[in-house]
């Protein structure tokens, strides 16, 4: 029986109303808590740390203008993604799901599943967009590092499939 379900809520992937779905099914058939958990992660959105050294092991000379570009984009997308897991944590509650949401930043994978730990979860949910072979390899996949490292049982939902 699950009481304590976290769900990964990727706010750009096709998979994630069915993510969301299944994760409040489960909650309300258990009569769970569900906390919704969106990761961000600077590398994956193409913002690499700006405070890297240059070969020589000067810091390099980044343009104001551009890293305060840099900047507004990613207080922008932190935004956007906030906004979006606020309406799924409204909706959640509307169903009568106990209900709370967290947005956090780092390596998805890790951070799914320390939080699964630190919060006792009993099942973690989380899609997968179907990346395979090198495209797997080279952008590794958030799905697969939860399921070899999550304290709690996993349920991978992909494009409206359910795999265990």
């Known amino acids: 029986m699950f009481k304590r379900i976290l769900v990964a809520v990727d706010c750009e992937s096709t998979t994630a109303h069915q993510v969301l779905a299944e994760a409040q099914d489960?909650?309300?058939?258990?009569q769970a808590d569900l906390q919704l958990v969106h990761v961000l992660s600077p590398v994956s959105l193409g913002y690499?740390?700006?405070?890297?050294?240059?070969l020589d092991g000067a810091?390099?000379?980044?343009?104001?203008?551009?890293y305060e570009a840099h900047?507004?984009?990613?207080?922008?997308i932190k935004q956007r993604t906030q906004d979006r897991l606020n309406a799924d944590l409204t909706a959640a509650r509307r169903q009568g799901i106990a209900t709370t949401a967290t947005q956090l930043v780092g390596d998805p994978g890790k951070a799914l599943c320390a939080l699964a730990r630190d919060w006792s979860a009993d099942l973690l949910v989380v899609g997968r967009r179907g990346i395979l072979g090198l495209g797997e390899m080279i952008l590794g996949s958030v799905s697969n590092y939860v399921l070899h490292h999550a304290p709690c049982a996993v349920l991978v939902v992909q494009g409206g499939k359910i795999q265990a």
């Open 71 to 76: 900047l507004a984009t990613w207080e922008e």
């Open 48 to 54: 690499l740390d700006p405070s890297y050294m240059t």
């Open 26 to 30: 489960m909650a309300l058939a258990h």
């Open 59 to 66: 810091l390099n000379t980044i343009n104001p203008q551009n």
